[in-house]
T-cell receptor
């Protein structure tokens, strides 16, 4: 079946502009996660959704970052007034349920470049 | 100090060699994941384990809960195994905490 999909695959934007990144989880997966991988850095957690609510948004680096999920499916990560340090690969993952018994399946990522 | 430590950071091997990548963490976890990331590619989950040992093809993952340590082994390594291998742990929350990764290159 279809895996996790993300769009766009690449995004180049000017500093100060807003961007929206989209994630389509695997159908039926209730848990959805956003991660970020900066150049030369490891992966870091941003936010997690269970259904449409976000029990843990502790990883969002600033109030310029926000995310929402609608219909228990598609999620959008929005970055306002982008800065060069926002350049990274943004990864989405989904799992059937939250909790350590369930594997996370990763999307291909969106490579964001802020010029 | 990263909560999840991996070693080595970089690893080169000749085709056919047995490879071990190590991961240590600092406090009790509910699960540990091994992930694979090919250059320019996405991330694939290899294993998720909370105790004991799992095997899939030429890959073996073990975890020692008491010692807070896990190893990923690759038997009969092949150039297509060249990738970054990432250890990630889950505590009593749903977010993953990632190690910095081990870059493996297998030469023919």
């Amino acid at each position: 079946g279809a895996g996790v999909s993300q769009s766009p695959s690449n995004k180049v934007t000017e500093k100060g502009k807003d961007v929206e990144l989209r994630c389509d989880p695997i159908s039926g997966h209730t848990a959805l996660y956003w991660y970020r991988q900066s150049l030369g850095q490891g992966l870091e957690f941003l936010i997690y959704f269970q259904g449409n609510s976000a029990p843990d948004k502790s990883g969002l680096p600033s109030d310029r970052f926000s995310a929402e999920r609608t219909g228990g499916s598609v999620s959008t990560l929005t970055i306002q007034r982008t800065q060069q340090e926002d350049s990274a690969v943004y990864l989405c993952a989904s799992s059937l349920r939250p909790g350590s018994n369930y594997e996370q399946y990763f999307g291909p990522g969106t490579r964001l470049t802020v010029t | 100090k990263n909560e999840v430590e991996q070693s080595p950071q970089n690893l080169t091997a000749q085709e056919g060699e047995f490879i071990t990548i190590n991961c240590s963490y600092s406090v009790g976890i509910s699960a540990l994941h091994w992930l694979q990331q090919h250059p320019g590619g996405g991330i694939v989950s290899l294993f998720m384990l909370s105790s004991g040992k799992k095997k899939h093809g030429r890959l073996i993952a073990t975890i020692n809960i008491q010692e807070k340590h896990s190893s990923l082994h690759i038997t009969a390594s092949h150039p297509r195994d060249s990738a970054v291998y990432i250890c990630a742990v889950r505590y009593n929350t749903d977010k993953l905490i990632f190690g910095t990764g081990t870059r493996l290159q297998v030469f023919p």
